[in-house]
């Protein structure tokens, strides 16, 4: 029964979800109606490059390649 209530609020969930978006698109259209029409292009979200972020990867991978040329000895 628990998982009957559950299955049903998800699902109404969801619909409502896609209810929400269709009418966020609609009101997109209509504020836009006396305007010629024009196909919006989403962009994905493109990540922010973080400079100390990508050193410390290039460096960890640098030391990785010591390592497996065995170059990288220990005392």
Not at 12 to 33: R, T
Not at 45 to 50: E, F, R
Request: aromatic letters at 8%; zero cysteines; charged letters at 15%.
């Amino acid at each position: 029964m628990g998982d009957l209530k559950k299955a049903t609020a998800a699902t109404a969930a969801v619909l409502q979800y896609i209810k929400s978006e269709e009418e966020a698109i609609a009101l997109q259209f209509a504020s836009h109606a006396g305007q010629p029409q024009m196909l919006t292009i989403f962009q994905p979200y493109a990540p922010q490059v973080k400079p100390w972020g990508l050193s410390g990867r290039q460096a960890q991978m640098q030391m990785r390649n010591l390592m497996q040329l065995r170059t990288f000895h220990r005392g």
